[in-house]
């Protein structure tokens, strides 16, 4: 019986669109958006932000010396937050499955995409379990942060179903135990979790 449903956040909750970043960083250094976009995209620093390797100070500093970048951290943080619009439709199912089951968020995220964009989610207060690839240390497809959900939820695998927008992550919950869904559209989504006998 399933009792929680874990949600990823980005592409799922919140549209993302990391070239609003590159175009406005474009704006602070002589190179161009392509090349500003293969050398951020292109190096480690996103993926070590993402795992809590670097602090939010770090990562600032080092894409700033990376891209050449004349910008305030002001400025670099609004750039960097300002991508994401909500998915309307996600939001009203998680409002919907709120009365009646658990709910969790497992992201690779970061601590300002946390702090400054997630956790001021309309809907974030709905979620009992939160788990994040820069406090637990892993991202997706890892399994830990998966186990870390479950741990939070104090529920077995098989009870519960983790929703994501890339293939990949919702088949390395599948491989634990847990009911991966891979999310394409609402219409899509709102099809699985009646197939798994979720009540919506």
């Known amino acids: 019986m399933i009792k929680a449903i874990i949600f990823d956040f980005g592409n799922v909750i919140y549209k993302f669109n990391n070239d609003l970043f590159i175009e406005k960083l474009s704006s602070y250094s002589e190179k161009t958006f392509h090349e500003l976009n293969e050398l951020l995209y292109g190096s ?6 993402e795992t809590g390797l670097i602090s939010s100070e770090h990562f600032f ?7 050449n970048l004349q ?7 609004n750039a960097f937050i300002n991508i994401f ?3 309307q439709e996600t939001l009203d199912i998680i409002d919907e499955l709120k009365p009646r089951y658990r709910l969790g968020l ?11 964009v997630i ?8 979620f009992e379990a939160v788990s994040l690839s820069y406090i637990v240390r892993e991202m997706k497809p890892g399994s830990g942060i998966y186990l870390h959900a479950l741990k939070k939820l104090k529920l077995r695998p098989e009870e519960c179903v983790y929703v994501d927008d890339i293939k990949e992550y919702a088949e390395a919950a599948r491989r634990i135990g847990i009911q991966g869904v891979h999310y394409r559209s609402h219409g899509q989504l709102v099809d699985e979790l009646k197939r798994l006998g979720i009540a919506l």
């Not at 480690?44 to 932000?49: D, R």
């Not at 910008?71 to 943080?77: A, D, E, G, L, T």
């Open 106 to 116: 497992l992201s690779n995220t970061n601590e300002w995409h946390f702090h400054y």
């Open 44 to 49: 480690v620093l996103p993926e070590q932000y």
């Open 61 to 67: 500093n080092d894409v700033k010396k990376l891209c």
């Open 71 to 77: 910008i305030s951290v002001s400025s670099f943080k």
């Open 119 to 126: 956790k001021k989610c309309e809907i974030y207060n709905c």
């Open 85 to 87: 619009t909500p998915v």
